[in-house]
């Protein structure tokens, strides 16, 4: 999310979304956004979408959300500063003009193409103004006559403004050509006044420039035995004392720039690093990166308190385990579901709307009638698919009238077969060629409490029962690796027949066979348990496992 997009409110479903949860979060965008007061709503998904859902997506011509799986603090959430980049040349007299008017202790050096080169601190200029040994920097930093010229406010009355200066030391002019002749060498930059004597000596001395001050009227004869010998001329108005004061300030700010173990930070950081990573250093200012390196402002530790936290919609959800990571750090201001009341807190009040139907997007259907928006065919075709997944075409026992009834508005809507298009969502979704276990594991799987007991509950729904055979197959081994992988006591999965409308469930964890005993009164076999009659993880399988563990 970029600077442009730091007021938009995220509508996101649970992870490891399944078609409603994808379907919600696009349709109610899509709905906040047709009534809202300038606000921009944007959907989001915390996972992968599965195979249902893309074929849904594509067979309906929408976009997949933008994929978020964490929505903590980062950089781009808070005030950062816009100070502006300047180039590796620019001067250090230049330089601390530009923190003088700006009020900023630190300036970065940019590439014309905007990637950091390196940064300079009043500290550094400071410094540098008090290097004793600063006569011969013109030469060690390459500084061009240009610069000299600028800094001086001078005029460059000949030579070359793009020479730079290649070897040689900074010289007082003294008050005779006798007393010069022990003090300037070939190459010297010479500072003097008007004297022609004292100007004459200096060119014949092989000085690559002098420095007439207080404006003085420069000879033709002494500009051309210049130009003859190579010998610059810059004329200034400062005095002696003003111009040795100023030149060494003509250096370019590459030369003092830090350029090494620069600490950055990039938009995507998480607050909480950079709040670590700033602890440990000294800096007051440090730079923030695009994703492509390039330079997009400064942040200090006091912005880290401006922070602004992401505002989300939750759809199909409102359990703590299954909600986006980071949620925590966010702002909820409204959740839409037709789950169970689960475990989320929330830091101020908000709008909830949760009602007893068979899918998410049956409500957005409602809300969609309530406020007097036209549905698209789009927008009807993904919710009305929605709507035919969860409630398996129906068959669930969450499925109410009302479900059905929006689902086949919806579909005249589309332009669809309610049958015809439930059948090649369900077979696009138990295809299993070139899946891993792990993807097709988590295509729908959620987590659930009971106390301290973390248990996980996966399904997939089969109208073929050799794709379902296939897949109890692939899956089995990889039960015991889900107890690692998702941090929990136990886990279950549920391989559900459409057709027959029952469910086998495999299971793995330290007494998840005797839960699934107990609540079900019934007896594995083959570390299989056969339940005829339940295709519900909602309102058939979850209710009855907490139920037999808030008795134990």
């Known amino acids: 999310m970029n600077q442009q997009e730091k007021g938009k409110v995220m509508v996101i479903g649970h992870r490891n979304p399944d078609t409603d949860s994808i379907c919600s979060a696009i349709a109610y ?17 915390a996972g992968e979408p599965n195979q249902e859902t893309a074929y849904v997506l594509k067979r309906f011509q929408m976009k997949a959300p933008r994929r978020c799986l ?4 980062q950089v781009q959430d808070i005030d950062i500063r816009q100070v502006e980049g300047v180039d590796g040349q620019t001067t250090m007299r ?24 390196g940064l300079i601190t009043l500290t550094d200029v400071a410094m540098a103004n008090m290097d004793v040994d600063g006569a011969g920097v013109l030469a060690a930093a390459h500084a061009s006559l ?35 002749e022990g003090m300037v060498q070939p190459g010297d930059v010479v500072i003097l006044a008007n004297r022609y004597e004292t100007q004459l000596c200096a060119i014949e001395l092989e000085a690559s420039c002098i420095v007439v001050c207080i404006g003085s009227a420069v ?18 108005p400062y005095d002696t004392y003003e111009a040795a004061r100023l030149i060494n ?32 250093v000294r800096h007051q200012y440090f730079p923030v990166l695009d994703k492509k390196g390039r330079y997009q402002g400064m942040i200090s530790r006091r912005n880290l308190l401006n922070l602004k936290r992401k505002q989300l919609i939750l759809v199909d959800h409102n359990e703590r385990t299954q909600a986006v990571e980071g949620f ?56 009305c698919s929605a709507i035919l997944s969860d409630t398996l075409m129906f068959r669930s026992p969450t499925c109410t009238p009302v479900d059905e009834s929006a689902a086949r508005a919806l579909a005249k809507i589309a332009g669809v077969e309610v049958e015809k298009l439930a059948t090649e969502m369900f077979e696009a979704g138990e295809n299993l060629t070139g899946k891993t ?116």
């Open 29 to 45: 965008a899509n709905l906040k956004n047709k009534t809202s007061d300038g606000t921009v709503y944007e959907a989001c998904r």
């Open 70 to 73: 964490d929505v903590s603090p």
């Open 94 to 117: 230049h330089a601390w003009e530009t923190m003088r008017d700006a009020h900023a202790s630190t300036l970065p050096i940019t590439t014309q193409d905007g990637h950091l080169e």
């Open 146 to 180: 240009d610069q000299v010229c600028r800094t001086l406010n001078g005029t460059l009355i000949t030579g070359d403004p793009n020479d730079r200066f290649e070897k040689g030391k900074i010289v007082i002019g003294a008050a005779s050509p006798d007393a010069m």
């Open 219 to 236: 000879s033709r004869t002494i500009v051309k035995l210049a130009a003859d010998r190579g010998c610059a001329i810059i004329s200034t």
């Open 249 to 280: 300030q003509s250096v370019p700010i590459c030369h003092y720039m830090i350029k090494d173990d620069l600490m950055t930070f990039d938009l995507n950081t998480s607050v909480e690093e950079a709040r670590t990573a700033m602890g440990k």
């Open 328 to 383: 925590e750090q966010a702002d909820i201001l409204e959740i839409i579901d037709h789950h169970r009341l689960g475990n989320l807190e929330t830091n101020s009040p908000l709008y909830f709307r949760n009602q007893p139907v068979g899918c998410t997007s049956t409500i957005i259907y409602q809300m969609y009638g309530e406020q007097g928006v036209e549905i698209t065919p789009e927008i009807a075709g993904i919710l």
């Open 437 to 552: 276990a792990s993807e097709v594991f988590l295509q729908d799987f959620k987590v659930f409490t009971n106390g301290d007991l973390r248990f996980g509950v996966g399904q997939g729904s089969y109208v073929s029962e050799k794709n379902r055979d296939q897949a109890k197959a692939l899956l089995g081994p990889y039960l015991e690796e889900t107890l690692k992988n998702e941090r929990v006591d136990m886990v279950f999965y549920m391989f559900t027949s459409v057709l027959d409308q029952s469910t086998d469930v495999l299971y793995a964890g330290k007494g998840a066979e005797e839960l699934m005993a107990g609540a079900f009164h019934v007896e594995a076999k083959d570390n299989m348990f056969t339940l005829p009659g339940v295709i519900s993880r909602k309102k058939q399988l979850i209710p009855a496992l907490i139920s037999y563990l808030q008795q134990q």
